[in-house]
């Protein structure tokens, strides 16, 4: 019985390159979430205290958006 080796390498660098991309998407996609908490933060401060009693949530739900790392 013949054995064949059906396995192949990557090319150079190819798994080099697969991580930077991912990388590069990694940073796109946290820029991405952070723009959008952004701009729902900016869209719920401008409401007032009646409109937002309206949607169900209070000011200080509001304000609890602005945490983490990247305040804004």
Do not use: C, H, Q
Not at 2 to 22: D, L, M
Not at 39 to 45: G, I, M, R
Not at 52 to 65: H, W
Request: aromatic share 12%; no cysteine.
């Amino acid at each position: 019985m013949a054995f064949v080796n059906t396995t192949k390498t990557a090319p150079f660098g190819a798994i080099t390159t697969y991580r930077a991309v991912k990388a590069l998407e990694a940073i796109k996609n946290n820029f991405v979430a952070w723009n959008a908490k952004r701009a729902t933060y900016k869209e719920l401060s401008a409401l007032s205290v009646r409109e937002l009693d309206d949607i169900g949530i209070t000011r200080a739900d509001v304000e609890n958006l602005n945490t983490g790392f990247f305040n804004f």
